[in-house]
């Protein structure tokens, strides 16, 4: 007998005497074993596209294990009626040393696999972690809402310090006097920037919401170009308006502007240029996930502000890092200058783009959403030159402050520290007051509380002033009850040119 021909030896079909009922189960089941063995890689085989971080080696392993495993239940089907033993070992074997090299590669892995954490352990981590970012997200309010606290506390100062300060500069003083009253202005002023841009920070500062062209007013907006820089300003015609607060979208373009100059003053101050453009866009989904950071953005149409520079740039890893307060690539403590755009741009569920490359320059791109045109705006003033005005805040010295500016142009004014003492000077002086200034938060009553009592008794002009405000004046069935809002600290001008000059909204 030649062990090399399959002819030699006799078909396993004749142990089970041929007999179907053997023959049945045997194939049966070998084709069935077959069938799920090859189903097994298949599905292995997935798995490991899809899980990129699954171990490749192992995985191989048992994939052509099972392979072979499958291949040799096949071959003993085939051997029932053809006498291919030859082939059918050759394939236990190798089907043996892939089952060896497994075991020896499985069984380090079995420590591994012991202390991989259980779905149980899994879900309580998963809660864990819930709770930990619950607690940040807490403590991330309780900041925020301290810096807003912060900002109205030291704006109420502000106005007494700047407003005295002032009333002050306009009597005779020695030269030394007027100077020491001018650096306690420019401090106070300084204040106020770094207030404004905490309350820009904390978000908390979009209660100034006005509807405006926002091409206009950019072209209007006084900006101090930076040394050695060209300033150039690009608007569209025929925009969309926006729904914004004018202060911070000041705020934001002086910082912007400023930031860029910098940038340039790095690289070549001799040849810098900043380019300001305005113009009106439609968003789309895959769009806004393009953007830097942003505020539960829909897509649809939006006025976009973009700021460019030809500055140094910046590198790929310093990115997420130039919004975070006091960061800087100059020098430590530069500020809250893009924090306060960061917060200015969430206060406004506007979205930033953001486009740099090391050495070649910075793109800032600012969209703002189009404002609804059916969005109710401040009641045009019924009397634009009052004869007297009521004005109602909890801060004594503020009230003085109010008073002499009002007075400066000729106004009686009525002040009053508590809601009581406001509504009995409604009762005594009736529609002789013709406008009230109320603070939007006080001790006993908020100012639009105060309102609600008011309003029934006499018809009048109303401004809330604030320093800080948690959002309710940008409701549009609260804004058009009111004529303006008045943010703290106000200056003389600001307060007088409510009333000298014939109001237009």
């Known amino acids: 007998m030649e062990a090399g021909r ?132 807490e ?145 789309t989904e895959s769009d806004l996930e393009e953007a830097e950071f942003e505020t539960s953005a829909q897509p649809g149409s939006y006025v976009v502000l973009e700021v460019s520079d030809n500055g140094t740039g910046m590198e790929d890893e310093l990115v997420p890092r130039i919004f975070d307060p006091y960061f800087s690539t100059r020098f430590t403590g530069r500020g809250l200058g893009l924090a306060a755009v960061q917060g200015i741009v969430r206060g406004h569920e506007a979205c930033l783009f953001l486009s740099t490359v090391a050495g070649q320059g910075t793109k800032i791109r600012i969209a703002f959403p189009a404002a609804d045109a059916s969005t109710e705006q401040y009641q045009r003033p019924k009397f634009p030159h009052p004869g007297t005005v009521l004005i109602v805040d909890d801060e004594t010295p503020v009230l003085d402050v109010a008073r002499s500016y009002l007075e400066e142009i000729g106004i009686d004014v009525l002040t009053a520290d508590n809601a009581n003492e406001a509504l009995q000077l409604v009762e005594q002086h009736g529609n002789s007051i013709e406008v009230m200034i109320l603070d939007y938060l006080m001790p006993d009553k908020t100012g639009l509380e105060l309102l609600d009592k008011i309003a029934p008794k006499i018809d009048v002009d109303c401004y809330l002033t604030s320093g800080f405000s948690r959002g309710e004046i940008s409701d549009p069935d609260i804004r058009c009850r009111l004529t303006g809002f008045i943010a703290k600290p106000f200056s003389r001008e600001e307060l007088q040119g409510l009333f000298r000059a014939d109001h237009t909204q």
């Open 139 to 283: 403590r991330l309010d309780s900041l925020t809402a301290m810096a807003g606290g912060v900002s109205h506390e030291f704006n109420n100062l502000l106005t007494v310090i700047s407003g005295n300060a002032e009333l002050l500069q306009s009597h005779d003083f020695s030269p030394d006097e007027q100077q020491k009253l001018f650096a306690i202005a420019k401090a106070s002023r300084r204040c106020t920037d770094i207030c404004a841009k905490m309350m820009a920070y904390s978000g908390k500062g979009h209660f100034v919401l006005e509807e405006f062209d926002l091409g206009h007013f950019v072209n209007g907006a006084k900006l101090r170009s930076p040394e050695h820089c060209k300033l150039g300003i690009d608007t569209q015609a025929h925009l969309a308006p926006i729904q914004a607060s004018r202060r911070q979208i000041q705020q934001l373009l002086e910082t912007l502007v400023e930031n860029a100059g910098e940038a340039i003053a790095d690289r070549a101050p001799e040849d810098g240029a900043i380019e300001i453009a305005v113009s009106q866009t439609i968003l």
């Open 6 to 137: 399959f002819d030699a030896f006799m078909p396993h079909g004749m142990c089970y005497m041929w007999r179907w009922d053997m023959l049945l189960l045997h194939v049966g089941s070998d084709l069935l074993i077959a069938l799920a063995y090859f189903s097994i890689p298949a599905a292995l085989l997935v798995l490991l596209r899809n899980r990129p971080d699954v171990p490749r080696p192992i995985f191989r392993l048992f994939v052509a294990f099972i392979m072979l495993c499958g291949i040799t239940h096949l071959l003993s089907v085939i051997v029932v009626w053809e006498p291919i033993y030859l082939i059918q070992g050759l394939a236990k074997l190798a089907t043996a040393g892939v089952s060896i090299a497994t075991a020896i590669i499985l069984w380090p892995l079995i420590p591994r696999a012991i202390a991989m954490p259980s779905v149980q352990d899994l879900e309580t981590r998963n809660s864990e972690i819930a709770a930990l970012n619950r607690r940040l997200e």
